[in-house]
């Protein structure tokens, strides 16, 4: 058997007897646990692929044959054979590697990807520029079930086989999104598996392709066999594969839901070493929304197959009832489901994360803001202080979405103006609503809530010096409003919470000041400062926009970004 610390490249498990890769793989999975036990990361996706992982790399011959990994978040197992094994052994090493596909660390992964649907159309380019090349490798595409209900990716599978050359798909079918699965394509998996995929109906030889089922898809030797029947083809071929998502850690095959990804956790228990803080945003959220639905039978919470990124966990959905709906990892027919139920007379909420509705935004302007219908968008994570990933990142929202007409794009600062803004949301039927869930910590307040959200509220009057500081970001005008105070200034404080309007009453205020200052938290380009600076641009006053530099950060620290920014109070009033 193979020392785990000497692979180097998948050439050293080829070496290997195939009746000793199961052994192998069970020597990875164990490695594996462990670090994610100490470190979390995305359980359930990779213990599930341990053995599909060591079979394709045992078959194939990567990186001449291409390998893309859809979302990419199953690949732990795939960076342990190839070259980074290190990073799954020494916990000094941990972070030596993203959580997901990156070529800047490795030849073996093609792509820097992190959402759903992506990896057949992907591989469709790699094969029609192989074959415009004459190239002969393979091309493969891992995508799970979960994933296969996206827009993208069944187009791709449509035209995949048109090429008329090898193409592989490998379906990981564990019969779970981080959810469960929803939409008629999973019943059809279900009778093919049922029937050892023999079923007649059978939608993949429908689109012509060729069909392998593989009822042990946690068995090393069935994979090989299933994947050399495959590999060199002169066509296109799916090879469908029953795996366990959570796979050799009981409390994951237990709770398939929650250990889809998991911070640090005790793998006996399942118990998180950090919990998160009792008072969040997704539970104020949550709570406030299966109220709204008791209260009225035509409030309906949506999802894009993540309902626990907002707290909607089994027992809440089951609460809901029919008033809540997933429409699978597809946040294109999400959007335009919303606008069909707010057409309808519905009041549809769509809870989604804030690197997700980017994949909506034709949805966002031409299914809902076009037709001015008052559907609710509620985003979470859209902020420095979400997720950290490159391909996750969420503060591109503002500009994103506040410069579609019709839509009222609301920033609170404040737990108040949060739920405050979410009722009259759901209770207008003049605009369609982005409603921007703040970051960071929980924050309160004891003043009144203004409902006319179309105002800005001066948190504080002043002379000379205003600073507008937008939704989460309010704490640090105010903050940066004190420090300045100590060294004898009295700024205005304001906090705008509409960021797709300007409310030029406040603003004419502000021309004979002699220095404003807005700060956001998101990228600068296209986002609320710059609307500010514009309309006060003809007047004497002097406008600094800050916020965050349009680039794509990976795995940072909140406060390092915000240093480099110059959005710490001490900078802002320092620029003053």
Same mark, same amino acid.
């Given at each position: 058997m193979i *020392? ?6 998948? *050439?050293?498990i080829?070496?290997?007897? !195939?009746?000793e890769?199961?052994?192998l ?6 490695v594996l646990?462990?670090?994610?036990a100490?470190?979390?990361g995305?359980c359930?996706?990779?213990?599930g692929v341990?053995e599909a992982?060591?079979a394709?790399?045992y ?9 893309v990994?859809d979302v990419?978040h199953q690949t732990y197992?795939?960076k ?5 094994i290190g990073?799954?052994?020494d916990?000094?090493?941990y972070?030596?590697? !993203?959580?997901?596909?990156c070529?800047?660390?490795s030849e073996?992964?093609?792509?820097e990807?992190?959402?759903?649907s ?5 591989a469709?380019? =790699? ?5 415009l090349?004459?190239?002969k *490798?393979n091309?493969?595409a891992?995508i799970?079930d979960a994933?296969?209900g996206?827009g993208?990716?069944l187009?791709?599978?449509?035209f995949?086989?048109t ?6 798909v490998?379906?990981?079918d564990?019969?779970?999104s981080i959810?469960e699965?929803?939409?008629?394509l999973y019943?059809?998996?279900e009778?093919l598996?049922?029937?050892n995929?023999?079923?007649?109906n ?8 060729q069909?392998i ?5 946690n068995?090393v030797?069935a994979l090989?066999? #299933? ?5 060199n083809?002169?066509h296109?071929?799916?090879v469908?594969?029953?795996t366990m998502k959570g796979?050799?850690?009981p409390?994951a095959?237990?709770d398939?839901e929650?250990f889809?990804y998991s ?5 006996k !228990?399942?118990? =998180?070493?950090?919990?998160s803080?009792?008072e969040?945003y997704?539970?104020i959220?949550?709570r406030h929304?299966?109220v709204?639905?008791?209260e009225?039978?035509?409030v309906v919470?949506?999802?894009?197959g993540?309902p626990g ?8 959905r089951k609460m809901a009832?029919?008033?809540f ?5 597809c946040?294109?027919?999400?959007v335009?489901?919303a606008a069909g139920l707010?057409k ?6 769509f809870g989604v994360?804030?690197t ?7 949805q966002?302007s031409q ?7 008052p559907a609710?968008?509620?985003?979470f994570?859209?902020?420095?202080w979400?997720m950290?990933?490159?391909t996750? =990142?969420?503060f591109?929202?503002i500009?994103?979405?506040s ?7 609301l920033a609170p600062a404040?737990? *108040?103006e ?13 605009h369609?609503?982005?409603?921007r869930t703040?970051?960071?910590k929980?924050m309160?307040t004891d003043?009144p809530?203004n409902t ?8 504080r009057e002043g002379?000379?010096?205003a600073?507008?500081? #937008?939704?989460?970001f309010?704490?640090i005008a105010s903050?940066? #409003?004190?420090?300045?105070r100590e060294r004898?200034l009295?700024p205005t404080?304001i ?8 409310d ?5 205020r502000l021309?004979?000041?002699k220095t404003?200052?807005?700060?956001e938290?998101?990228? $600068?380009?296209?986002g609320?400062?710059?609307? $500010?600076?514009a ?13 965050l530099k349009?680039e794509?950060l ?7 970004v915000l240093k ?6 001490e900078?802002?009033a320092a620029l003053?």
């Amino acid at each position: 058997m193979i *020392e785990l610390d000497k692979i180097s490249s998948p *050439e050293d498990i080829k070496k290997i007897p !195939t009746e000793e890769l199961n052994a192998l793989s069970a020597e990875l999975r164990s490695v594996l646990t462990g670090k994610l036990a100490a470190h979390g990361g995305h359980c359930g996706p990779n213990l599930g692929v341990v053995e599909a992982t060591v079979a394709l790399h045992y078959v194939f011959d990567a990186p001449h044959d291409k390998l893309v990994f859809d979302v990419s978040h199953q690949t732990y197992v795939h960076k342990m054979l190839t070259g980074r094994i290190g990073a799954f052994l020494d916990p000094a090493h941990y972070n030596d590697v !993203t959580g997901y596909t990156c070529p800047r660390e490795s030849e073996y992964d093609l792509f820097e990807i992190g959402h759903t649907s992506t990896s057949i159309a992907l591989a469709v380019g =790699l094969a029609k520029s192989r074959d415009l090349n004459g190239g002969k *490798e393979n091309v493969v595409a891992f995508i799970g079930d979960a994933s296969l209900g996206g827009g993208e990716a069944l187009e791709a599978l449509d035209f995949a086989p048109t090429l008329g050359s090898n193409f592989i798909v490998v379906l990981n079918d564990n019969q779970m999104s981080i959810a469960e699965n929803h939409g008629a394509l999973y019943s059809h998996l279900e009778e093919l598996r049922k029937t050892n995929g023999t079923a007649a109906n059978n939608i993949f030889k429908a689109l012509g392709y060729q069909y392998i089922y593989v009822e042990e898809g946690n068995n090393v030797a069935a994979l090989i066999k #299933a994947f050399r029947a495959a590999k060199n083809s002169d066509h296109a071929v799916l090879v469908h594969i029953n795996t366990m998502k959570g796979m050799g850690l009981p409390v994951a095959e237990a709770d398939k839901e929650s250990f889809h990804y998991s911070m640090p956790f005790d793998p006996k !228990t399942g118990a =998180l070493l950090n919990p998160s803080p009792a008072e969040s945003y997704t539970e104020i959220f949550t709570r406030h929304m299966l109220v709204k639905m008791s209260e009225n039978p035509n409030v309906v919470t949506m999802t894009a197959g993540t309902p626990g990124a907002f707290g909607f966990t089994p027992e809440r959905r089951k609460m809901a009832g029919k008033q809540f709906v997933d429409v699978g990892i597809c946040e294109q027919e999400a959007v335009a489901v919303a606008a069909g139920l707010a057409k309808g007379g519905s009041r549809p909420v769509f809870g989604v994360m804030a690197t997700f509705i980017q994949r909506a935004y034709d949805q966002l302007s031409q299914e809902i803001a076009i037709n001015n219908l008052p559907a609710v968008i509620v985003d979470f994570a859209g902020s420095v202080w979400g997720m950290s990933d490159m391909t996750h =990142l969420g503060f591109f929202d503002i500009p994103l979405v506040s410069n579609i007409p019709n839509f009222i794009f609301l920033a609170p600062a404040n737990a *108040e103006e949060y739920l405050a803004m979410l009722d009259w949301s759901i209770s207008q039927t003049d605009h369609p609503v982005f409603l921007r869930t703040p970051g960071g910590k929980v924050m309160h307040t004891d003043r009144p809530v203004n409902t006319d959200f179309f105002r800005y509220d001066i948190i504080r009057e002043g002379e000379d010096v205003a600073i507008i500081g #937008a939704g989460a970001f309010l704490t640090i005008a105010s903050e940066a #409003a004190d420090l300045l105070r100590e060294r004898g200034l009295n700024p205005t404080v304001i906090n705008p919470r509409n960021l797709s309007q300007l409310d030029k009453t406040v603003l004419d205020r502000l021309r004979d000041y002699k220095t404003v200052i807005t700060l956001e938290d998101g990228i $600068v380009d296209g986002g609320f400062g710059q609307k $500010v600076a514009a309309y006060l641009g003809n007047s004497p006053v002097k406008v600094h926009v800050l916020g965050l530099k349009k680039e794509f950060l990976d795995r940072y620290k909140a406060a390092e970004v915000l240093k480099a920014n110059g959005l710490t109070p001490e900078q802002v009033a320092a620029l003053v």
